[in-house]
């Protein structure tokens, strides 16, 4: 007899809990099947870049000169057929210069980021809009402080080049955005979409698993079946 009032008291914060994290329940199955219905690579538009041929990095006396003093990491990669030094320094500052005689490259323009995009990118010359974020202005779908260049193709790709790298630096498709929408729904996360362990998720989660363990100890209680006489 000391059971059932035991089990139905489980059975009310079960369905209280029920009330409680039943939102939050269908919220994260929708986006999980949401963030799981395509391959990650398709979700990172990894399918629209165009491999580039792999060219020999030769260089002869590079110098650098004018390197800044500061400088915290400088990478070599092969642009238009020349090798070139992307420096950036401890502020963050990025700049590209010619790795054989360290002379400064320009900043790329619109029209060069447009070009880029139309040769490494599926197609990536059907241009709507291009326009320039500088690197306090990033835009919420690339969050990275870098200044880039955002080609706006035709069916709803963003494609990032970085003004002062000459590189693509992301690439975002609306699938793209919709898993990220998801993910910060998924994670309660809707404004940096970042933070995996804050104190709303962690509740709710704790909810959710009393809940699921007080439903397993009600699943072992004893139904007897009503008996009604006319």
């Known amino acids: 007899m000391a059971r059932k009032p035991l089990m139905l ?16 329940i269908a919220m994260w199955l929708a986006t999980g099947l ?31 000169a004018g390197a800044e003093a500061n400088l915290k990491e400088m990478r070599v990669v092969m642009q238009q057929g020349r090798a070139v030094a992307v420096l950036t320094t401890l502020d963050g500052a990025v700049s590209r210069v010619d790795f054989a005689s360290g002379t400064p490259l320009p900043p790329l323009d619109a029209a060069a980021a447009q070009a880029l995009v139309a040769a490494r990118i599926t197609d990536g010359d059907k241009v709507a809009k ?16 870098l200044a880039v260049w955002q080609v706006a193709l035709e069916d709803g790709t963003n494609v990032y080049v970085g003004r002062d790298t000459g ?8 699938w793209w955005r919709a898993f990220d929408f998801a993910w910060g729904l998924h994670i309660m996360d809707l404004s940096e979409r970042e933070d995996t362990s804050h104190p709303i998720l962690i509740i709710f989660a704790a909810l959710s698993l009393m809940g699921a363990l007080i439903g397993c100890v009600l699943m072992f209680r004893r139904r007897k079946a009503r008996v009604t006489t006319p």
Do not use: N, Y
């Open 9 to 24: 008291t489980l059975a009310k914060w079960h369905i209280w809990l029920g009330w409680v994290v039943g939102v939050p």
């Open 130 to 145: 291009v326009t320039l974020f500088p690197a306090d202005k990033a835009p919420f779908d690339f969050r990275r402080p």
């Open 167 to 174: 590189e693509i630096e992301a690439v975002r498709t609306r």
């Open 34 to 64: 949401l963030m799981v219905a395509r391959p990650i690579e398709e979700v990172r538009g990894d399918h629209l870049r165009r491999e580039a041929p792999a060219q020999p990095l030769v260089v002869e006396g590079s110098t650098l």
